[in-house]
């Protein structure tokens, strides 16, 4: 029944849709829980929590929604002239130009086209966590496609190639320039590199708790295909792995935050850190030019790591039919338990969500996308 389904928080009346959205995913699935937070001009439309696993203050791991909290540092970068989506990865890298890669432009390499989606070997945890050890593999590495023919996503690897990319333009890891300069000053709840200090918020990520309907969709999908399998196979934590082998349970994951899949936080800290990605935002982290540069579509068909239509700018995801969970001007990223953090110009809105346990069938919470367009439809009139 509904009333027995905690539901706690503030939302604006002009929302009402949203809250039977998320009871409705309450009752339909066993165990949900989630964090949502809306923005929009600077204060919260809407923030909630549903079920009995998330606090409001809660943060927990969100796997690849941390590539678009990561491209926030990339997008000061530029605005400061210290970066340019135009200029080839090899002026400021210059090992990266073996192997045929000497004319890859920063932007192909954001928008997964660069064609290093897998180290070419099975390497350390450690070297996913130094990811200066990676970046030394990638530079010297032969790309699978050439540079500019295809795109595929870069799930682990492009958070190694942006940490280098920050070292490189900026002198210092991502994690304290993120911390420095992005996190701390808009006291925003969300880390790449989490304090020990906050370890009693984290909640635990938990795995899909799939149905016997969605299992045996699961089993029946494609198998084979060598890249799509080791695209987040070919790192080996043996002993280091928590006993459920969900990485930021991994208390070093978190310290080291992986640009790629390791950062954690709330909705609220997704919301509060896309809303000064927003025209007008007073504590603006760039220009509403440098963002649109950024959202700019580079990458758009099917995707030749998952085999799935992808619409990618500069690292953000974009709005697609597969995903259609903003305006034409909207940019953010999903994560594999279910995530999705964006900011949207053509509303005015930034946007987290949190899901626990893990969501079928992966990637963005078909839940959270119903609610985003919900929130389009009604902000955009």
Aim: hydrophobic share 40%; charged share 25%; net charge negative.
């Amino acid at each position: 029944m509904t009333h027995d389904i905690r539901f706690e928080g503030d939302l604006d009346p002009a929302l009402a849709e949203v809250r039977e959205l998320l009871l409705e995913a309450a009752r339909e699935r066993q165990g949900y829980g989630a964090q949502l937070c809306i923005m929009r001009d600077g204060r919260p439309l809407v923030d909630v929590v549903v079920g009995d696993r998330l606090e409001r203050d809660s943060v927990t791991g969100v796997y690849s929604t941390t590539k678009g909290v990561a491209a926030l540092t990339v997008a000061r970068l530029i605005d400061e002239e210290r970066l340019s989506l135009d200029q080839r990865v090899a002026d400021l890298w210059p090992e990266f130009a073996a192997a045929g890669k000497d004319q890859v432009t920063v932007g192909q390499l954001l928008s997964h086209q660069v064609g290093l989606p897998v180290i070419d070997r099975v390497v350390p945890l450690a070297e996913l966590l130094d990811s200066r050890l990676g970046a030394a593999r990638l530079a010297s590495q032969r790309p699978l496609w050439v540079p500019g023919s295809a795109f595929g996503y870069h799930g682990i690897t492009i958070g190694i190639l942006i940490e280098e990319l920050v070292r490189r333009a900026d002198g210092r890891e991502l994690r304290d320039a993120h911390e420095q300069d992005i996190r701390a000053p808009r006291d925003a709840d969300f880390y790449i590199g989490m304090p020990a200090s906050e370890d009693h918020r984290y909640v635990p990520v938990a795995p899909m708790e799939p149905t016997d309907e969605q299992r045996e969709e699961i089993a029946s999908r494609p198998q084979g295909d060598p890249l799509s399998s080791l695209m987040f196979g070919n790192f080996e934590a043996g002993a280091e792995w928590d006993e459920d082998g969900i990485i930021t349970n991994n208390p070093a994951v978190r310290r080291a935050g992986p640009a790629g899949i390791g950062g954690t936080g709330s909705a609220r800290g997704l919301a509060r850190l896309y809303a000064s990605a927003l025209p007008g935002a007073q504590d603006a982290i760039a220009s509403p030019e440098t963002f649109a540069a950024m959202r700019q579509m580079r990458s758009w068909g099917t995707d030749r790591s998952l085999g799935i239509t992808n619409a990618f700018g500069a690292v953000f995801m974009l709005p697609q039919p597969r995903m259609p969970f903003g305006t034409l001007e909207a940019f953010g990223h999903d994560g594999g338990g279910g995530a999705l953090a964006f900011a949207d110009p053509g509303t005015g809105v930034s946007f987290g969500y949190i899901p626990v346990p893990m969501q079928y069938p992966g990637g963005a919470d078909p839940v959270a996308v119903r609610i985003a367009r919900t929130v389009r439809d009604v902000l955009a009139g």
